[in-house]
């Protein structure tokens, strides 16, 4: 399968702990994004990265986030002290810049208890 | 701050009903727009995409979508829907290439067979 790849698919963790998940992109692709979905709610938009650089954070993004893709390839979002609000669906996108068509991944689903 | 809305979170139809699903964004400069479409148990696929040229775009499957740029709108159609439709659209703009997308909430669409 050549598509954006991610996992784990489901991650159910304690509140307080630490989770980490990866994005592998489509080869090639230079851009790639993380969105958030939660239920009975489009994707929004968490942050993105051109190669290894990250160019753009949202206000969704608390400290307790942090995403990195440090050789321009994969990409993993952390969350530390994870809290019941986190539990949501976690999407990764790439694109081949100057396309601006963003292919999904299958999302890895995060329930905090 | 862009947004986006869709005007029925869920709507139930017969096959061979024609469909049409409202969009309208709220940036008054120009825009791409796209409609998304999550099938039951897969990731977010994009049925079709606006950027500039002929206001009617032809996606695939039988959708098309027209942007009206005076009415901010962009509407989703099909002339005669089929059970495999049975999905979740999404409406969503940016406002430069590659560029975080904004999401709207998302259409639950039921075809009945």
């Known amino acids: 399968d050549t598509g954006v790849s991610q996992n784990p698919r489901h991650k159910i963790t304690k509140r307080g702990q630490n989770v980490t998940f990866r994005c592998d992109p489509i080869?090639?692709?230079?851009?790639l994004y993380w969105y958030r979905q939660t239920l009975g709610q489009g994707p929004e938009f968490l942050t993105y990265?051109?190669?290894?650089?990250?160019?753009?954070k949202s206000r969704l993004l608390s400290d307790r986030f942090s995403a990195e893709r440090p050789k321009g390839s994969f990409s993993t979002l952390e969350i530390q002290r994870t809290e019941q609000g986190d539990s949501a669906m976690y999407l990764c996108?790439?694109?081949?810049?100057?396309?601006?068509?963003?292919?999904f991944g299958p999302g890895t689903r995060l329930t905090v208890l | 701050a862009q947004s986006v809305s869709q005007h029925n979170h869920h709507v139930i139809l017969s096959e061979a009903a024609s469909l049409e699903l409202g969009c309208n964004y709220s940036y008054g400069g120009t825009v791409n727009l796209f409609w998304y479409v999550q099938y039951p148990g897969q990731h977010l696929q994009l049925l079709l995409k606006?950027?500039?040229?002929?206001?009617l775009v032809k996606g695939i499957k039988g959708f098309e979508a027209e942007f009206i740029k005076s009415k901010f709108s962009f509407n989703l159609r099909k002339p005669s829907v089929q059970w495999s439709d049975t999905a979740e659209y999404f409406c969503a703009v940016n406002r430069r290439r590659d560029d975080k997308i904004i999401f709207g909430k998302g259409t639950r669409l039921h075809i009945l067979p």
């Open positions: 996108a790439s694109s081949i810049g100057g396309s601006n068509e963003q292919f």
């Open positions: 606006y950027f500039s040229g002929d206001p």
């Open positions: 990265f051109q190669n290894e650089a990250q160019l753009e």
């Open positions: 080869s090639e692709h230079n851009r």
